[in-house]
């Protein structure tokens, strides 16, 4: 499973956890504007904005999970089996494979709005990058810098492209019966309940707290789609990049998948590999991993962005601990 959020304290924050129970190698991945994008079926792209995020590098082909361009648009795809459709060539259509379609929207697009014009042209192709690497069921969001965002599902019924107001995307079921799913945790709150059970009762108040005792607390795609929504509308906002930066991974951290928490297989859990997020006004990318709390950056404009090849790094793994004594 996994979860994105946007997040806009000052600036805007936009990434995912990634939950799962093999790693890839994927790495940090910054695409260069002369990085020659091939298609499947449309004409190659030459020249496109830069982007940043986390891939597989595979052959130099960026096979992006989650990523932002220099304009500050964001994507990132999120597993949505049973329910991700993927359709034949469409003649007519612009013909854009799964794997195909971050470098797509984000190579092109400025925005929100300029996002959903490409899609309102395009078809999502069931094509594989190759034998080894099926096409995988993702559903996704896409977000901009002025904290606008969308999910676009690609059903049985055609494509969808819903406006999200809550900011946040998890797995199954579709996205609007995630939102309706909200008006079951009307009453949460990060203050004290009043009681409203009967004033024959004499209730006190044992704990704090007790606001926020029915969030679900689950490993499961709705309940970290009701927490992490709640704990980002509650979560404090600052004029400091470093204060906004950690309250967005505290945010993206409070569901987060502990090892051994969530069985997939008889020996096999799946858990949070990395956790990122973008600011999207300043193409600042950031991560914690698994076994790295510490926040990693990897800032896209100290690069060449004028360059034609893919510029990597290893993500760091390896945590630290400060012995005091
Ligand atoms: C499985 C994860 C989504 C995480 C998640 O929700 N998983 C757990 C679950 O719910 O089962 C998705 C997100 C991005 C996906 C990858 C990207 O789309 C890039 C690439 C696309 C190829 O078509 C398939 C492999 C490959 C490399 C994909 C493998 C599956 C990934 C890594």
């Not at 579709?174 to 939102?179: D, H, I, R, T, Y």
Request: net charge negative; proline share 4%.
């Amino acid at each position: 499973m996994c979860t994105s959020i946007i997040f806009s304290p000052r600036d805007h924050y936009f990434g995912r956890n990634l939950d799962l129970e093999v790693t890839f190698g994927q790495q940090v991945v910054i695409t260069p504007r002369d990085y020659v994008f091939k298609f499947r079926d449309m004409p190659k792209i030459d020249h496109h904005y830069a982007m940043v995020g986390i891939a597989l590098n595979a052959d130099s082909y960026p096979l992006y999970f989650d990523a932002a361009n220099e304009k500050g648009l964001g994507m990132v795809g999120l597993n949505y089996p049973d329910n991700a459709i993927y359709y034949d060539v469409k003649e007519g259509k612009d013909n854009i494979a799964s794997f195909e379609f971050i470098p797509w929207i984000l190579g092109q697009a400025a925005t929100v709005a300029e996002a959903k014009k490409l899609l309102s042209t395009i078809n999502i192709t069931k094509k594989n990058f190759s034998d080894k690497m099926q096409a995988s069921p993702l559903h996704w969001i896409i977000a901009d810098k002025t904290g606008v965002s969308i999910v676009v599902e690609t059903d049985a019924d055609g494509m969808h492209v819903y406006d999200n107001p809550v900011g946040c995307l998890t797995n199954n079921p579709q996205f609007p019966k995630q939102l309706f799913n909200l008006n079951n945790y009307a009453d949460v709150s990060a203050a004290m309940p009043k009681n409203n059970f009967s004033d024959q009762v004499k209730m006190d108040g044992y704990s704090r707290g007790l606001g926020s005792r029915n969030l679900p607390g689950g490993m499961d795609s709705e309940s970290r789609f009701v927490r992490v929504a709640f704990n980002k509308f509650n979560a404090p906002t600052s004029d400091s990049e470093e204060e906004n930066v950690d309250t967005y991974f505290h945010i993206l951290h409070s569901v987060e998948q502990q090892k051994g928490l969530d069985q997939v297989g008889p020996d096999a859990f799946e858990y949070t590999i990395y956790s990122d997020g973008i600011n999207l006004d300043k193409g600042i990318f950031y991560y914690t991993t698994y076994t790295n709390k510490q926040i990693n950056v990897v800032d896209m404009n100290k690069e060449d962005l004028d360059s034609s090849d893919l510029i990597t790094y290893d993500m760091l793994t390896k945590g630290k601990f400060n012995h005091q004594n």
